[in-house]
């Protein structure tokens, strides 16, 4: 396991493709080498990622963040992305990662390390439920988008906003 380079950058985005192709998200994924890069290392990095390796050649990467938890008043590591490239499955590589990411998350005091997993990929929940991960089916996910991000970002905060 290595974290990425700037080098790694069109690798990194070559796999979040072959992610978004196995979600069946494709037509979702608009992430160019440039936010990518800007992202892992810009002024502010907002995300880190590590590579796992087979000789000279990526096998799979982690891209992930931390979060914070008021309940246990504690930073958390979330796992955004695991992906392992087609020819490297089976092989151990996304345990490894999740276990690197483990090992990251006690050293960096974290309360928790958590990431999602769409309801439909049963091998991907098997595995994880093997590791320990507890699936908890009452939360979910709720996101704003697009047009939609654009209308709620625009409504008054207040009913009186905008008067004096």
């Known amino acids: 396991m290595a974290p990425a380079t700037r080098t790694d950058v069109a690798a990194i985005l070559e796999m979040i493709h072959g992610l978004a192709q196995f979600e069946r998200l494709s037509d979702l994924c608009t992430a160019s080498e440039d936010d990518i ?10 995300v880190e990622v590590v590579l796992a390796w087979e000789g000279d ?16 008043g504690l930073r958390g590591l979330y796992l955004e992305d695991l992906f392992v490239r087609p020819a490297f499955r089976r092989r151990g590589y996304g345990r490894a990662l999740l276990v690197h990411l483990a090992r990251l998350a ?14 439909w990929n049963a091998p991907a929940i098997g595995f994880y439920q093997q590791l320990g991960a507890q699936i908890l089916p009452e939360w979910r996910i709720t996101r704003v988008t697009g047009v939609a991000l654009a209308s709620l970002a625009a409504q008054p905060i207040l009913p009186t906003e905008g008067y004096s």
């Not at 890069?37 to 907002?46: K, M, S, V």
């Open 106 to 119: 006690v050293e960096r005091g974290c309360g928790r390390f958590e990431w999602t997993v769409l309801d």
């Open 57 to 72: 050649e990526v096998a799979g990467f982690a891209l992930f963040f931390h979060n914070f938890s008021t309940f246990l």
């Open 37 to 46: 890069e800007h992202a892992l290392f810009g002024g502010q990095p907002l």
